[in-house]
């Protein structure tokens, strides 16, 4: 039974997600607000396809046995009961923050996660703009958690309802709210994320908790006086289904080879934030 379990949340999860994404849609067409367009829709379905087909093929090959394989060393062993639930949604948070966070800050991972940052547009579909090569790497966040006593199902299970939260935050519907801007990644929160302002760049990397952002220093209140921009600083000349995918891995390939620094040097290029380019050589222009 604990095998379905994610299964159902997902399945009972999924209309009520899309009568929410309805429901805005209709209230941002009465109100004037063009918050949709079918260009930009369709690629988050056509994205959040890919990511779902790949992780259901890595989940039974490679996710649970990975994760199992871990559990089985593990160092603790946990009596099941709210503790352990309150434990593992903290744990689990703060692993996503840390994958979120390495997204952002080395090139080689952002190029996946840029997919999720190439909507020009913000709302609930845009939840569903999913890193399409992510659950390649994201069982490497998640197995120390299984080291630490949390049973693989339970990890995944704890994956799926963050996700759903993380997935409602993406509106430009729902103002601040209140005291819970101190506790949750709130949709004002979320939008700094998805900003391309310069003042926003790389801020709120949480899924659920806010203050992950606040501990580690990543945290931006959303500003009246500076609206957000959507988007990416670099506006893509196309927007094609390959393109969305795979235009910044084009763009790192093509920097790493059209360098003519040292290897060590130009690895930089991989392993550095995106935009980083080595410092030039006082000696280049003697």
Known sequence: MEAFREQAVLLVS?????????LELGLTHFRGI?????RETLTNGYLALLNGSLDLLLRAAVVLPVLLFCWKQRWFDWEKGWVYWLALFLIEDLAYYLLHFVDHHCRVFWAVHVTHHSSPEFNLSTGFRSSVFQPVYRTLYFAPIALLGFEPLDILLMYAVT???????????????GWLEHVLVTPSHHRVHHASNPKYLDKNMGMCLIFWDKLFGTFEAEDP???????LTKE????????????????????????KLPLRQRLGYWYRGPGWKPEPNPKDSL
């Open 34 to 38: 063009k918050a949709y367009s079918w």
């Open 236 to 259: 893509l000349p196309c927007r094609g289904p390959m393109e969305i995918v795979f235009h910044e891995w084009r763009d790192l390939w093509r920097d790493f080879r059209s360098s």
């Open 14 to 22: 999924a209309p009520l997600i899309l009568l929410a994404i309805l």
């Open 225 to 231: 006086a500076e609206p957000v921009r959507f988007g």
């Open 163 to 177: 996700q759903i939260y993380g997935s409602l935050i993406h509106t430009q519907q729902i103002g601040r709210l």
